[in-house]
């Protein structure tokens, strides 16, 4: 539904809750509804969970009146659960001065022309002939729900295995599912299903479940990740002795075969309770960071140890994953020319004036230019930082670096993926190993990038989003610092972080070797260019042996990784 109707929606019934509804708008109101069945079933979700909660008994009735449907179902389960929520909600502070008279108030706030009242015999006979018509439409719509109807999809399974042999071929990516398909029986691998009102659901077997309605779930046994929108605001997941109802949520659920189950809410709150199967016994709002254990035998519900990687949220054939959380890309991994699964390759170099190369070490020289990486499609390309007049280039599509501190422009190294010691290594005056606090970099469990001022490289996230469209590129994670490779000599380097041009992450005039500081820079949908760079901290350049401005400058950024989720 859209956002413009939804609302138009909410104020006409706003104003029939309030007696205040005009003729006329109710027939506006019919006109919305009319021929609609998700606005039909809006507005009954919206009345009846108002008549719960303001207590009034004639709209309690007559939304009674617009559906015949079990008790069980979904919503009526709801409407129960929402009232413990009401008892728990907090208190309203009420203004307790006394209200001005009765006449001072007619007087001071005449009924607008435009929305002229009507009497409550009148108003009632109206509304009940509004209700009337979306008994007739709902009757239709919820008809057809007892029928089955298609309300969900298959959107994508990694290594499924179902029970149900004969359906196996049936019950691919893209497959449609209905509120009359026979409960499913998922051997092993995982599904995740997109249903129309959007909510997602990641299946991981051994599972059972079945689709009672477009926002209700049965789930005997299994485990269950849900991810509920603003439009799926209801959604229920039963188990055999517990409801859980999303209150906008990301949620797990694992139903036990004892039939015990546990919930554990990721994001939002939900309601959690507990029946026989015929009333409530126990219920309880569950906030997020928190989980909760319902117990099968006592029917009672009591806290349980939050896990949030107890779930698989998501997966990606595509690309074989699995996240039970966020979902990380190894940029030593993407440097090297891999998709970020790692692991990484071990010694691979880049050439700000050549590209991919054997050498390690390219002794004092500049680059004048900005060098794309055509044969990396998420490598966008190399620059030497700081040594030309004209401001800085840092993109292909020439994206600048408006305030680069001036350099020298010179690079000793060329940029390092998991550098072999024996690249870096010279005898009696340059270790070649990367060490930080007792942890050694440049391995397969600690692929790091060295940046010897004065290097920078720039990636393109909308590849990466392009490659991997089904998650949402959320921050760049790393530690930088620089490498003592046992030189006496002193050190001094910056660091930067940049998003198309802006400065997103700065430390300048690093001094002290061996030592790592923790970055993280969030990433918006819109940014487009992510670049490192080092730059020389300002040090004069005299052109001796271990007195030019870069030199011991072996910056590192450690575990430099993309976050998704």
């Known amino acids: 539904m859209d956002e413009p109707i939804q609302k138009t929606l909410e104020e006409y019934l706003i104003l029939a809750l309030e007696d205040a509804i005009s003729e006329d708008d109710a027939q506006r109101l019919n006109h919305l509804l009319k021929g609609h069945p998700e606005r039909i079933r809006y507005a009954i979700r919206f009345l009846q969970l108002a008549s719960h909660i303001k207590q009034s008994k004639k709209l309690a009735a007559m939304s009674k009146a617009w559906l015949s449907i079990d008790p069980g179902d979904s919503f009526s389960g709801f409407l129960k659960l929402m009232a413990e929520y009401e008892k728990a909600a907090e208190a309203v502070e009420v203004d307790s001065r006394p209200s001005p008279p009765a006449a001072a108030v007619c007087k001071a706030a005449p009924v607008p022309a435009s929305r002229p009242r009507v009497s409550r015999l009148s108003l009632a006979a109206l509304f009940l002939s509004s209700a009337a018509l979306i008994f007739i439409f709902a009757y239709a719509y919820w008809g057809q729900i007892s029928g089955g109807v298609e309300t969900a999809t298959i959107y994508d399974s990694i290594r499924a295995c179902w029970a149900e042999k004969n359906l196996q071929a049936e019950l691919k990516n893209g497959a449609r599912l209905s509120t009359k398909s026979a409960p499913l029986r998922l051997l092993e691998g995982t599904v995740k299903i997109r249903f129309d009102n959007g909510a997602v659901l990641v299946l991981e077997g051994p599972a059972e479940f079945r689709i009672l309605a477009p926002d209700h779930v049965q789930l005997p046994s299994g485990s269950l990740y849900a991810s509920i929108g603003p439009e799926a605001f209801g959604f229920t997941v039963s188990t055999k002795n517990a409801k859980v109802v999303d209150l ?5 659920i694992q139903a036990h075969q004892s039939g015990d189950s546990e919930v554990h809410v990721v994001k939002g709150k939900t309601v959690v309770a507990a029946s026989d199967g015929k009333k409530l016994r126990d219920s309880q709002i569950v906030l997020n960071g928190t989980a909760r254990w319902v117990d099968a035998r006592s029917r009672t519900i009591r806290e349980a140890v939050f896990n949030p990687d107890k779930f698989v949220r998501n997966i990606d054939s595509r690309h074989n994953l699995l996240s039970r959380g966020k979902l990380t890309l190894d940029l030593a991994d993407i440097t090297a020319g891999g998709s970020g699964r790692g ?25 004048e230019h900005y060098l794309p990486i055509p044969s990396n499609p998420y490598v966008d390309g190399l620059f030497v930082p700081g040594g030309q007049s004209s401001t800085q280039i840092i993109s292909s599509e020439h994206d600048r670096f408006v305030d680069c501190p001036q350099t020298s422009g010179l690079f000793y190294a060329n940029l390092g993926v998991n550098p072999a010691p024996s690249s870096l290594r010279i005898n009696g005056r340059r270790d070649g190993l990367i060490s930080f606090q007792d942890t050694i970099y440049g391995t397969a469990e600690h692929p790091c990038l060295v940046l010897h001022a004065n290097l920078g490289i720039t990636y393109d996230l909308r590849a990466v989003r392009n490659e991997y469209s089904e998650w949402k590129l959320d921050r760049f ?7 003592d490779l046992k030189e006496p000599y002193p050190c001094n380097a910056d660091f930067w972080v940049l998003v198309d041009g802006q400065v997103r992450y700065c430390l300048k005039n690093c001094r002290e070797k061996g030592k790592l500081a923790d970055v993280s ?31 011991c400058d072996w910056c590192v950024f450690a575990e430099p990784v993309l976050e998704l989720r």
């Open 343 to 367: 692991p990484a390759k071990l010694d691979v170099w880049l050439d700000p004036k050549n590209g991919y190369t054997p050498s390690s070490i390219h002794e004092h020289d500049t680059s």
């Open 521 to 551: 820079v969030e990433l918006r949908p819109t940014d487009r260019f992510l670049t490192l760079m080092t730059t020389d901290g300002g040090d004069p350049d005299v052109p001796r042996i271990y007195e030019r401005a870069i030199s």
């Open 248 to 252: 906008g949520t990301e949620f797990g």
């Open 477 to 483: 994670t790393a530690r930088v610092g620089i490498a």
